[in-house]
């Protein structure tokens, strides 16, 4: 859990956070009716009681806390807020996010609340957006998002992904890209502009919700591809400038990644803050 506090004073040290913060949001705590737009109010309240069976919770991988219970209710609306933001700015990116894992009425994965489905549910329910484009490039299937959203207009779900990893037990999106073993830069690189140009042109998003997951790099603990430190940066440069020339705005969370050296995790994580930035400063 570390690296949330790491990442926010990488970015504030290297000059991407402001001195004063005024470029940082903060969200509110959400209530569990909030979030029932995309999860089971049963779930959700036994969740927040600690009222789920040991098998259960042995499948989200993370033990009970208040605390985390907390940051579990504020957590997705920070990306509602990111979403937001991006519509007013032409990008945004949340510091945390990317809980993809977590279905309707169970968590899985280190994920309890699916912040990618609750806000584009959110959003097209208020009407702020008609078309929400979910573009997923962590190395592991967002096969929650995919249940969750199944057969709901206005959004489109893509996850590109190590197809031998896990969730070994695949859910459908409405696109998905299942990469081999060991894949390197060039090939996965040419997969992801490929793959998110046919969507912008085919489906013409309002918002893109961009997961950056840096478990794709060649030395994660669970990842399985062969993407160098570089080449994350050049995805995420291109996901974001390719968003940014045709005016569709892009909210980036930050996804999975996994590594003991948290310093060097978070550092992974703030790539596609230090790409967004320099973008839309250049």
């Known amino acids: 859990m570390s690296k949330f506090r790491r990442?926010?004073?990488?970015?504030?040290?290297?000059?991407?956070?402001?001195?004063?913060?005024?470029?940082?949001?903060?969200?509110?705590?959400?209530?569990?009716?909030?979030?029932?737009?995309?999860?089971?109010?049963?779930?959700?309240q036994n969740l927040l009681g600690n009222h789920i069976c040991p098998k259960e919770w042995r499948r989200v991988g993370l033990p009970w806390s208040q605390g985390l219970v907390d940051r579990t209710l504020t957590a997705p609306n920070g990306t509602l807020l990111t979403a937001r933001l991006a519509l007013q700015y032409g990008v945004a990116c949340h510091l945390a996010g990317g809980t993809h894992h977590a279905h309707r009425d169970f968590g899985s994965g280190f994920c309890m609340i699916n912040d990618l489905a609750y806000t584009a549910l959110k959003m097209l329910k208020t009407k702020e957006l008609n078309r929400i484009l979910i573009f997923d490039c962590d190395v592991h299937?967002?096969?929650?998002?995919?249940?969750?959203?199944?057969?709901?207009?206005?959004?489109?779900?893509?996850?590109?992904?190590?197809?031998?990893?896990?969730?070994?037990?695949?859910?459908?999106?409405?696109?998905?890209?299942?990469?081999?073993?060991?894949?390197?830069?060039?090939?996965?690189?040419?997969?992801?502009?490929?793959?998110l140009k046919k969507l912008l042109r085919e489906f013409q998003p309002d918002l893109v919700l961009y997961d950056a997951g840096v478990d794709v790099w060649e030395h994660d603990e669970l990842g399985k591809l062969n993407i160098s430190w570089k080449g994350i940066e050049g995805r995420d440069r291109l996901v974001i400038e390719t968003c940014l020339k045709q005016g569709i705005p892009i909210a980036t969370v930050i996804g999975g990644g996994y590594d003991k050296d948290h310093e060097r995790l978070a550092q992974r994580h703030a790539i596609v803050i230090e790409q967004a930035h320099a973008l839309i400063n250049k």
């Not at 956070?17 to 569990?32: C, L, R, S, W």
């Not at 894949?183 to 690189?189: A, K, L, P, S, T």
Request: proline share 5%; net charge negative.
């Open 7 to 44: 990442l926010h004073d990488i970015l504030l040290k290297r000059g991407l956070i402001d001195a004063d913060q005024a470029n940082v949001f903060t969200p509110v705590m959400g209530k569990p009716e909030d979030f029932a737009i995309a999860h089971s109010p049963n779930y959700l």
């Open 141 to 195: 299937q967002g096969d929650g998002s995919a249940t969750i959203l199944s057969g709901k207009p206005g959004v489109f779900t893509c996850s590109i992904h190590c197809e031998k990893n896990f969730p070994f037990r695949k859910a459908q999106s409405d696109l998905d890209v299942g990469l081999a073993f060991d894949m390197e830069d060039d090939d996965y690189i040419d997969i992801v502009d490929s793959t």
